[in-house]
């Protein structure tokens, strides 16, 4: 499909909410969220109504639903990228020179568990949510809102900019109710946690891996209206990888604060996280915390080594040489933890594609371990079930190649009723049992509260 954009200058605004709350009930509604004002994001992308929808089901089954696109290749059906390649590859866009972030194309999540399914990794678990492996939408317009510059572009065809401003200039869809209907409850005691971590050091002196990401799931129901849900998570934690998206009686709620890939230009960049303290009640605490993390010996290790794998990851599809890491366990600061981050670069392979990147590294190291493939054997091992989009992956990927997506951490993921959230935290060799439980607590305590309160 050939399509023609045209940019269009829009009033600037501050609070991408407002403007999604115009258009959050139409199909394929997408908000990603850089969490302005208080979080450091610098563009909200927002759209709906694609060309098409793409979903991969539990076993890679594919749903795709589009009246104007041709049925994908048969042979494709088996190899979830491959299909993703060839979705995008029917949108052909010009427009005018631009250095928008995102200029159409693919916007979606793809979950831990699609990771799972490319390494051909079966699970011992059932799936216990009814979400697709990856659910995306190919997009033909986006009104993209640059903070730090302080503009608003739509991009948009003409026929579908008379449509667009028509759908902002309407009335918000008006916020509905939402209550807990019951309490959250996790799938381990304290004890059962303490079983599982025992088990991971036996693993770990074996010689088995030298790191395990070990998390539990949250579970309560619920009633009314998941877009409240999320702009109450959204007050509580506001992050720059944030983002919302609600289909039937699904949705996902995501406020992340960490990066998985992005790539510009062929410049490929990762933002791994490791390392975690709350912040403290008073200033003195809280900077008391902020250096005790610093000076971490264990925090740095297990950061170091998931920069090494996230290392070996990009330089499968990177140029030889290019991949570097520019910083190296520095303290980022958000509104209810400090967390330890890197940043590792490469230039990506003129032959590989951000798909095959994104293929080549999901799910990401930070939430694995090292390596990679038996931390993911020993995940399915210990943990009660599959972990869905937690730990996957939201974000776009656009027509010239520009893809930026995050890991979803501090996800809330809403199925048939219930809201699902989850808790995790890497495990090395000096560990300690009760510590690692209270952070899996600590990292999501602020969104429970914020989801009980009435």
């Given amino acids: 499909m050939n399509v023609a954009l045209t940019l269009t200058s829009l009033p600037y605004v501050t609070d991408p909410l407002a403007v999604f709350a115009c258009l959050r009930k139409r199909p394929g509604a997408v908000l990603l969220d850089s969490g302005r004002p208080e979080a450091n994001g610098r563009y909200d992308i927002i759209s709906s109504d694609p060309l098409a929808t793409l979903s991969i089901g539990p076993g890679g089954e594919v749903a795709m639903d589009a009246s ?23 949108l052909t866009i010009t427009m005018p020179d631009n250095d928008l972030p995102f200029s159409g194309g693919l916007i979606g999540y793809w979950s831990y568990d699609l990771g799972r399914h490319t390494q051909q990794l079966d699970s011992q678990h059932p799936d216990t949510t009814s979400l697709p492996l990856a659910r995306m939408g190919l997009y033909d317009w986006a009104l993209v809102i640059d903070h730090l510059r302080k503009e608003a572009t739509l991009l948009a065809s003409r026929s579908r900019r008379e449509q667009v401003m028509q759908w902002l200039g309407a009335n918000a869809v008006p916020q509905g109710p939402f209550a807990l209907k019951t309490a959250f409850r996790g799938q381990m005691t304290r004890e059962g946690y303490h079983q599982r971590f025992e088990q991971v050091q036996r693993y770990i002196r074996s010689g088995d891996c030298y790191q395990i990401n070990l998390a539990q799931r949250f579970s309560a129901h619920y009633e009314g209206d998941v877009w409240s849900a999320y702009l109450r998570l959204r007050r509580a934690t506001p992050t720059p990888f944030s983002g919302f998206m609600a289909w039937q009686d699904k949705a996902v709620l995501s406020l992340s604060p960490e990066r998985f890939i992005q790539v510009r230009q062929g410049q490929v960049e990762t933002r791994p996280i490791k390392g975690t303290r709350p912040r403290g009640t008073t200033r003195e605490r809280d900077q008391q915390l902020a250096r005790q993390l610093l000076t971490s010996r264990k925090d740095r290790a297990e950061n170091v080594m998931i920069v090494d794998l996230l290392r070996n990851d990009l330089g499968r599809v990177c140029q030889f040489g290019s991949i570097h890491v520019p910083q190296l366990c520095e303290l980022e600061s958000y509104p209810n933890v400090h967390h330890l981050v890197s940043v590792v670069r490469g230039q990506l392979n003129r032959a590989n594609t951000p798909l095959a990147l994104l293929e080549a590294a999901s799910p990401g190291g930070s939430i694995t371990g090292a390596p990679k493939i038996r931390a993911m054997q020993i995940i399915d091992e210990l943990e009660p079930c599959q972990r869905s989009v937690y730990c996957g992956s939201l974000g776009y990927i656009d027509h010239t190649g520009n893809m930026d997506t995050s890991i979803a951490i501090r996800t809330v993921v809403a199925d048939a009723g219930q809201l699902h959230l989850w808790g995790g935290g890497g495990l090395v060799a000096d560990s300690q049992p009760d510590a690692e439980y209270d952070e899996t607590i600590d990292k999501i305590r602020h969104l429970i509260n914020a989801l009980t309160l009435k």
């Fill in 68 to 90: 104007d696109l041709p049925a994908p290749p048969a042979a494709l059906h088996k190899t979830p990228f491959a299909l993703q390649e060839w979705l995008l590859a029917q």
